[in-house]
């Protein structure tokens, strides 16, 4: 029989229990590993099973808390626990130490936020980066506050059919049963946001708080009382549906998320943002409900601004961060598609003009699709400041968004890059952080302590350490390996072979990520012969450890993991190469540790960042990666492999073949002689002094501290303060300002043009030490000189006179002429040989804007 309804009765703690309560309700347990101890000690086994306290504390007889309340060993550990928890909430911590004129509150919007195992609401590296993001800026004391979904369904449970085809199942997620509160209005009934949407009633949606240490994340819910069914629907599960239901979902995400965040501040008197952070393009409209709020009039709680003005302070106090180095990856939705939901009568956001927000999401550029809504396209022109994930992925994007800044080069285009990081706290494995502490390590507090403090512990007690976690791992993959195999169809009784899968004392490398084409699952798979050589090899056997899910819809990835699936059933490699089906943070944090090795061997540079490979580092893993993502920044040639990849291969299949190839030989020549090369104790000595030195070299680096240091740096704090200067006295003077300031600037740019240019000083061959000087004569078009940068650009040239290595010096204004004209001069010093040209530029300028590419307008000689 089926239950007609559910519902959860949460258990009555006795009095002297009650901060049990409070220390499952805050997310900072999944961290802290006192913490972890306290629920483990309520029950071990159930702990154990469910790493989730909430259900821990539901499952528990009342019994067992009576005993609990009578043991004072367990409430002064709980005490403990207890007291840290508000302390740390309470702390002034480095943005309160560090910071002053800085933002006040951060809103960081994300379609997906991997926090716990038991909150499943991500699918991949963008989710648990998000996570770890707020995890860091908790830690660092960032006034930040988290702004996603709640799907009811999560993303998915993965398991493989008896042929190895993945499967997936979609349990429910029940709030109830969850570190989730419903935020409620001064009457106790639940804070609802609603949305207008086209032909039918409001969308409604209520919203659930999670706190992640410090930080607020709240997560709107659709599955309420009175929307109807197609409006339930909405938050059912993460990248599902087709086109109109991402579109619904990005709509409650970005407008409906606005609107909780005022929710949040006025029923809690936590402050409005001054910096809205938007992960993805995915969140883009809140850019357009923020320009909404300020166009309304006063006697509706607005400030009466154009769309324009409006649009300028939205800007400026957005950062927007990419993480797709494929077009393949962006949200592109068909503009009859918008024009439906942003219409003048009945639309989303009434009062916001369709025609400017078609214009904003536009591809109108070489090579873009007019008839296509570009949510990545939209994320750049409404935010100031935006960013790629790693160097190279900064390159990739400054490349893949040229055309926004037609007159530019790709180094002068306005995204920057904040390389990822990872949570410490989170990743790096218990007895690596008790290792730290015990030789006095700050791994909390000196990034810098933590890559300096194997130097104090034997490495005889590092390894063992090393084979603890692997044994651990390999304990861990039998089980699952086991009911995977059942799951699959298999009898008990054909499974005993499961009992020697792998070995803690085997060179163990892992491979766990998602599963598009790009990534490569099945690159290792080139050469099966000689793969299997290596899994088997007598002397210095391998094994592999891989996972990963493939998109529902993507039958190809399907295929891939299939492929896997059936090479490791081969009952010669069985045991020695495991497929682990449902990858997620459960499994990761066993997964990292236990390795010794992480592989990544996407196609370059399609790889943004990831993240995985820094998770293993912490652990004392070493990668072996084709240089792509983080790898290509931080690989300095001894802190582990780099893949030789073939790129600009026409032949993709050469390319693989070659790629493939160098893999083997590197695992054959170089990291397997290493690691089973030992002293007389079994040590592997030269191993060692190499994962000693991949500590010292990324652990600073690889943190996510690091990272959201650098946003709040480079990116929040600029960003708060250029929302100040247009807001000027409250009345936004600024932003009025700048919007007729470009207005203007636009209308005049046809008349501005470079008439003519004189150079000196390298009439005859010039050498090294020459100093070239310049003077402009420039038509204004109506402009006056403060409204433009004249610059001299110059660099290497090629045979086709295109320059490269471009440097940019500004030119002095030299005198003002009647007619709108001007000329400007300046000069160069030639400090290298070879061949050299230059060119003359004019560009818009103005004290209010980032950079002067920011319009993507340029007149050039």
Not at 297 to 319: C, I, K, W, Y
Not at 656 to 677: K, Q, S, T
Not at 820 to 845: C, E, I, K, M
Request: glycine share 10%.
């Amino acid at each position: 029989m089926r239950a007609i309804r559910r519902l959860t009765v949460r258990p009555v703690l006795p009095e002297s229990l009650a901060a049990l309560g409070e220390l499952a309700g805050n997310l900072r347990w999944c961290w802290d590993i006192p913490t972890q101890d306290v629920f483990a000690h309520v029950d071990p086994k159930l702990w154990h099973s469910t790493h989730d306290p909430v259900r821990l504390l539901g499952r528990v007889p009342a019994s067992r808390f009576d005993e609990l309340a009578a043991d004072a060993e367990f409430c002064a550990k709980l005490e403990r626990a207890h007291a840290d928890l508000r302390a740390y909430l309470a702390a002034d911590l480095w943005y309160q130490r560090e910071l002053t004129d800085a933002p006040r509150t951060i809103a960081y919007f994300s379609p997906e936020f991997g926090i716990a195992a038991t909150l499943p609401q991500y699918s991949g590296g963008l989710g648990i980066l998000a996570g770890d993001h707020l995890k860091a800026a908790s830690d660092l004391g960032l006034p930040l506050v988290g702004v996603g979904l709640l799907y009811r369904h999560g993303y998915f449970d993965q398991t493989l059919s008896r042929e190895g085809w993945q499967l997936e199942s979609y349990p429910l997620v029940d709030p109830d049963e969850k570190p989730l509160t419903v935020l409620r209005e001064a009457d106790g009934s639940p804070a609802v946001v609603r949305l207008a949407m086209p032909g039918g009633p409001d969308l409604r949606a209520r919203i659930w708080v999670a706190h992640v240490g410090r930080v607020p994340l709240l997560l709107l819910d659709t599955d309420i009382d009175p929307n109807p069914e197609h409006y339930v629907d909405i938050t059912d599960r993460l990248y599902g549906g087709g086109a109109e239901h991402r579109l619904r979902q990005e709509l409650l995400l970005g407008v409906g998320g606005v609107r909780a965040l005022r929710a949040y501040s006025r029923i809690t008197g936590a402050p409005v943002p001054d910096v809205y952070h938007t992960n993805e393009g995915h969140a883009g409209f809140q850019g357009l409900e923020r320009i909404r709020e300020l166009t309304l009039p006063a006697e509706q709680g607005g400030s009466g601004l154009s769309f324009d003005d409006a649009l300028e302070m939205a800007r400026a106090s957005t950062v927007f961060t990419t993480h797709t180095p494929v077009p393949a990856g962006i949200d592109r939705f068909e503009r009859s598609l918008i024009q439906q939901y942003f219409a003048a009568e009945g639309g989303v956001l009434p009062g916001v003009p369709t025609d400017r927000v078609l214009a904003l999401g536009a591809e109108d550029y070489q090579g873009g699709d007019p008839g296509m809504h570009n949510m990545a396209v939209m994320g750049f022109r409404l935010a100031q400041r935006a960013n790629g994930v790693s160097q190279l992925h900064g390159h990739v994007s400054r490349d893949m968004f040229n055309g926004l800044w037609p007159d530019f080069g790709e180094s002068e285009v306005p995204i920057g890059s904040i390389t990822n990081g990872v949570h410490l706290g989170t990743w790096v494995a218990r007895e690596f952080q008790e290792l730290m502490s015990e030789v006095g390590a700050d791994i909390d507090g000196d990034p810098e302590a933590f890559a300096r403090a194997l130097d104090g512990v034997p490495f005889s007690r590092v390894w063992s350490v090393k084979r603890d976690l692997r044994e651990r791992l390999v304990l861990d993959a039998r089980a699952r390996l086991r009911a995977s195999w059942l799951a699959r169809g298999a009898a008990a009784a054909e499974l005993g072979w499961i009992d020697d899968a792998l070995s803690p004392d085997v060179l163990t490398i892992g491979f766990a990520r998602r599963v598009p084409s790009y990534k490569r699952l099945t690159l290792m798979l080139r050469d099966k012969d000689r793969l299997k050589r290596l899994l088997t090899d007598p002397d210095r056997p391998i094994q592999l450890v891989i996972a990963g899910k493939s998109h529902p819809a993507d039958d190809g990835g399907k295929r891939l993991i299939q492929e896997l699936v059936r090479f490791a059933d081969d009952p010669e490699v069985r045991g020695h190469i495991v497929f682990l089906p449902n990858y997620e943070i459960g499994m990761a944090q066993t997964l990292y540790p236990g390795c010794d090795v992480w592989l990544n061997n996407p196609l370059r540079p399609y790889e943004a960042c990831g993240t995985s490979g820094m998770k293993a580092a912490l652990n004392g893993g070493l990668n072996l990666s084709i240089l792509d993502g983080w790898w290509d920044e931080w690989f300095d040639g001894q802190n582990g492999w780099a893949i030789p990849s073939a790129d600009g291969l026409a032949d993709p299949n050469k390319r693989d073949d070659l790629e493939a190839a160098a893999l083997y030989d590197l695992i054959e020549r170089e990291v397997a002689p290493r690691f089973y090369d030992v002293d007389h104790n079994g040590v592997p000595m030269r191993w060692l002094e190499m994962m000693r030195h991949t500590l010292e070299s990324l652990g600073p680096k690889v943190l996510a501290t690091r990272m959201v240091r650098d946003y709040v740096t480079a990116l929040y704090a600029p960003a708060a303060a250029a929302a100040r200067r247009l807001n000027g006295d409250a009345h936004y003077a600024g932003a009025v300002e700048l919007a007729e300031w470009k207005r203007r600037v636009r209308e005049a740019w046809d008349g501005v043009r470079v008439e003519h240019v004189e150079t000196h000083g390298v009439d005859i061959a010039p050498t090294v030490g020459s100093s070239l000087e310049v003077v402009a004569h420039v038509a204004l078009g109506g402009l006056s000189p403060e409204d433009i940068e004249v610059q001299l650009a110059y660099g290497r040239t090629g045979d086709d006179d295109q320059l490269s290595a471009v440097q940019v010096v500004p030119l002095a204004l030299r005198e003002s002429f009647e007619g709108s004209r001007a000329s400007f001069g300046g000069s160069v010093r030639l400090d290298r040989a070879g061949a050299f040209g230059y060119t003359v530029r004019v560009v818009p300028r103005h004290e209010l804007l980032n950079t002067t590419t920011e319009l993507g307008i340029a007149a050039l000689a």
